[in-house]
């Protein structure tokens, strides 16, 4: 067991004036920075979290009965001790976030009438799309030899984010070449290249929702990161997605740190010579560090924490109004009242689209919420996590998500939680009996068995993690995001750092490594070699602490 609690509540616990560093935000990208600076620089680190459970989308929300996470869904690598990905998340854990292996088919993508597996395995991988594309081999092969060069060409694009200004003005193009060779083309626009049929092209990218565009929107060196990121197949946390940050806590409590809840941060606080002093919260109180990092999202970091004349950071304001806020999301959650063995729930993924043109049937969706979903991902947690019987017994659940343009939440975002009206109720049954529908009819197992639903919007995005269009993914994955050159670890304001999801990519990897990297560019070390060398604590030595 965990020797102490993983956060504790600003409202309820007296906290000290002054800290060595101070992280915004405790999603994965605000914790690993907190955890490596805590356990390989010894630094006391308070991290401040607006909502009132830690985790930012690593979180878990329960009901009587009932537990769902709220972005985790599976991660690839960590299944592979050897992976560099698992070998940080050991060092930084002490060996406690354990994984559970999905099956060998993770995720069933359906398109029209027909079923597509994304089988564990390069080469299988491979030899199951030509065997669903006969005529298309030459494609398949360029396909993945593209993911492969994209994907390797982006450790160096990420390396260029954490190197001394002197060095990235001197080598700094040289270093994004190779990645901005792929990310610069949307991903329809590399695999037409290619000579993929449209069909093909809708089959590789059924996974599309992982990073919220579509080809003819996204840059393929996104597409290629998240696809490489799956080739060998993926995992899910033992315990379930809390246990993310209840095993990175742990380093920075050891270090005399501590992770605080229900404590939103109104500004960084600048000193006469525009450096970080510390942080303002919306209570009025002042904490004091000369290091700050934001888990917030650039968007949050620049438009909103800063003061408009803030070292560089109207320049920074410029670049990011060219690039829109990611696609925000629905998502259903639902509760049933037999076990995920009794039903034969799946623990695959199942990704379901109307048809093979992903971008149609997006647009088509965006101009008219009617309209039939384009494409939906259908989840269960309970049948993923090895030990949700043991913790609920007799019970299972399931996601149903879709993603959803911001402008048809618009007109209620000034309402509040829970008190937004009969007009936005009714709106919200509606969409819940339409995902519930998707469920049944894909899942027909749950039929009668349903016990609980509960339906989330972009709005809740936006309560609970203060992004203003309820972006699921930050910046939007567009050939323009990756040609930025603001989104650095080091802000032009001294002693202010950036982390997370928009430093680096979508997803549980995206965030760890923006958070290996903040703390990089903070310590002057490639913390990345450091952490993935360094030994795990002992599995005995943590349970006799505990």
């Known amino acids: 067991m965990d020797k102490q609690p993983v956060a504790i509540s600003y409202r309820q616990h007296a906290l000290d004036e002054a800290w060595d560093a101070i992280v915004i935000g405790s999603g994965i990208g605000g914790l690993t920075a907190a955890a490596v600076l805590a356990r390989h620089a010894g ?30 869904h599976y991660v690839g690598e960590v299944h592979d001790p050897r992976s560099e990905l698992r070998r940080i998340l050991d060092a930084l854990t002490g060996g ?35 065997q669903y594309f006969p005529a ?125 809840t229900s404590a939103e941060v109104a500004g960084v606080v600048l000193d006469r010579h525009r450096r970080v002093a510390g942080v303002r919260m919306a209570d009025g109180r002042e904490f004091r560090a000369p290091l700050v990092v934001s888990d917030a999202g650039a968007g949050n970091t620049f438009g909103r924490l800063l ?47 109307a048809t093979a043109d992903h971008d149609a049937g997006l647009a088509r969706l965006s101009d008219d919420p009617g309209a039939p979903f384009s494409s939906v991902f259908i989840s269960s947690p309970s049948a993923k996590d090895p030990l949700f019987e043991q913790r609920h017994p007799g019970h299972s659940t399931m996601e149903v998500v879709t993603l959803a343009p911001w402008c048809w939440f618009e007109k209620w975002k000034e309402t509040r939680w829970k008190r937004r009206g009969a007009g936005y109720d009714e709106w919200k049954r509606e969409m819940a009996e339409r995902l519930t529908a998707e469920l049944v009819r894909h ?19 936006r309560h609970f993690a203060n992004h203003a269009h309820g972006e699921i993914y930050g910046l939007e994955a567009t050939p323009a995001r990756f040609r930025m050159r603001g989104l650095r670890a080091a802000t032009p304001v001294h002693g202010l750092y950036l982390t997370g999801a928009d430093l680096a990519a979508p997803g549980v990897a995206g965030g760890t490594y923006g958070g290996v990297l903040a703390a990089s560019a903070i310590l002057g070390r490639n913390m990345i070699r450091v952490v ?7 599995r005995e030595a943590t349970a006799a602490a505990a």
């Open 136 to 260: 298309e081999a030459r494609a398949v092969d360029g396909y993945l030899d593209a993911v492969d060069e994209a994907a390797r060409a982006g450790v160096t694009y990420l390396a260029e984010k954490v190197v001394p200004a002197p060095i990235a003005r001197v080598a700094g193009a040289l270093m994004r070449r190779g990645f901005l060779r792929y990310a610069s083309r949307t991903t329809g626009d590399v695999l037409a290249g290619l000579g993929a049929s449209p069909e093909l092209t809708g089959c590789l990218t059924a996974q599309w929702g992982d990073y919220g565009l579509p080809p003819a929107e996204s840059s393929f060196g996104i597409h290629a990161i998240i696809a490489a990121h799956y080739l060998e197949g993926a995992s899910y946390p033992v315990g379930g997605a809390s246990r993310i940050a209840a095993t990175l806590a742990p380093a920075i409590h050891d270090a005399g740190g501590c992770v605080v």
């Open 307 to 353: 003061p408009p004349d803030a070292p560089g950071v109207e320049a920074i304001r410029a670049e990011l109004a060219s690039v829109s806020p990611s696609l925000a999301h629905l998502c259903l959650y639902v509760g049933l009242r037999a076990s995920s063995a009794s039903l034969g729930l799946p623990a695959a993924n199942l990704w379901v689209h």
């Open 443 to 461: 899942v027909p197992a749950v039929t009668g068995w349903i016990d609980y639903a509960e339906l989330s919007t972009p709005l809740s995005t």
């Open 532 to 538: 993935a060398g360094s030994k795990p604590l002992a």
């Open 96 to 130: 406690r976030l354990e994984w559970q292996r999905m099956p060998d088919v993770y995720d069933r993508a359906h398109i029209g009438d027909r079923e597509y597996e994304f089988v564990s395995g390069r080469e299988r991988f491979r030899d199951r799309m030509k």
């Open 43 to 72: 630094k006391r680190v308070l991290v401040l979290e607006r909502h009132y459970e830690p985790g930012g989308f690593t979180h878990v929300f329960h009901r009587p009965g009932y537990e769902w996470d709220v972005g985790v």
